[in-house]
C-alpha cells in the first residue's frame, strides 16, 4: 500500500518504509514530528530513497561531475558504471565537468536522473522528469522506465501533468489521475 500524508511540494522531505508508506512534508521538522505520530523514522526499515530535486545552479562553481560525486557517497548501491553510461547516452560527457552554472535546464535534470538512476534506491520519485528534456533524452528515459517497470525492489513513482503516449501501454502497477 502506498499511502501519502502531505501532498508533494517544492523543497519536501521524503520518508518511506519498508511497507511503502510514504511521507511527504515542507521541511525535516515536520516530516520528524509526522514520522513520530505514526511510530516510524526515515530509517526504521534501511529503505533508501531518492527524489529528484532541481539542481542548484545559479552561481554554483561545482561541476556536474563533482556533484555527481557527492551523491555518490550518500548511496551504498551506487552504480558508478551505469551512471558514466548514462553520462554518455545522455549526451553529458562533454559537459559533466563544467560549473554548474552553466548547465542548461535541460542539461541539469539530466544530471538528476543519472544520479537517480545510478543511487540503486529501492524508491524513486519523478516529478515532469521529461520537462525541459531534449527528444532522443525523452526517448532514452522512456526506455529506462520501462526496463525499470518490472524490477522486483525498486519502484518508481512518475508525477507529471500529462500521460507521454509511451506509457499507454506499459505495464505499470497503478494509474491515478487527479
Not at 41 to 64: I, K
Not at 66 to 88: C, E, F, P, Q, V
Not at 111 to 116: G, K, V
Not at 117 to 123: E, K, L, R, T, Y
Amino acid at each position: 500500500m502506498l499511502s501519502m500524508t502531505f501532498a508533494p511540494s517544492p523543497g519536501v522531505a521524503i520518508t518511506v518504509t519498508r511497507g511503502l508508506n510514504l511521507i511527504l512534508a515542507q521541511d525535516e521538522e515536520t516530516l520528524a514530528a509526522v514520522s513520530r505520530q505514526i511510530g516510524i523514522t526515515a530509517t526504521s526499515d534501511g529503505v533508501s530513497h531518492f527524489v529528484p530535486l532541481d539542481v542548484v545552479r545559479e552561481a554554483n562553481q561545482d561541476s556536474g561531475e563533482a556533484w555527481l560525486n557527492d551523491i555518490s557517497g550518500r548511496y551504498a548501491t551506487w552504480n558508478a558504471n551505469l551512471a558514466k553510461d548514462l553520462i554518455d547516452e545522455f549526451g553529458l560527457e562533454e559537459h559533466i565537468g563544467k560549473p554548474l552554472y552553466m548547465f542548461s535546464l535541460g542539461s541539469a535534470r539530466k544530471l538528476n536522473l543519472i544520479a537517480a538512476f545510478a543511487a540503486g534506491a529501492d524508491f524513486n520519485v519523478f516529478k515532469q522528469p521529461f520537462a525541459a528534456l531534449d527528444g532522443p533524452s525523452r526517448q532514452l528515459l522512456a526506455e529506462i522506465l520501462l526496463e525499470s517497470s518490472d524490477h522486483p525492489k525498486r519502484a518508481f513513482i512518475v508525477a507529471d501533468y500529462t500521460q507521454p503516449p509511451w506509457m499507454l501501454n506499459a505495464p505499470l502497477a497503478s494509474r491515478y489521475k487527479i
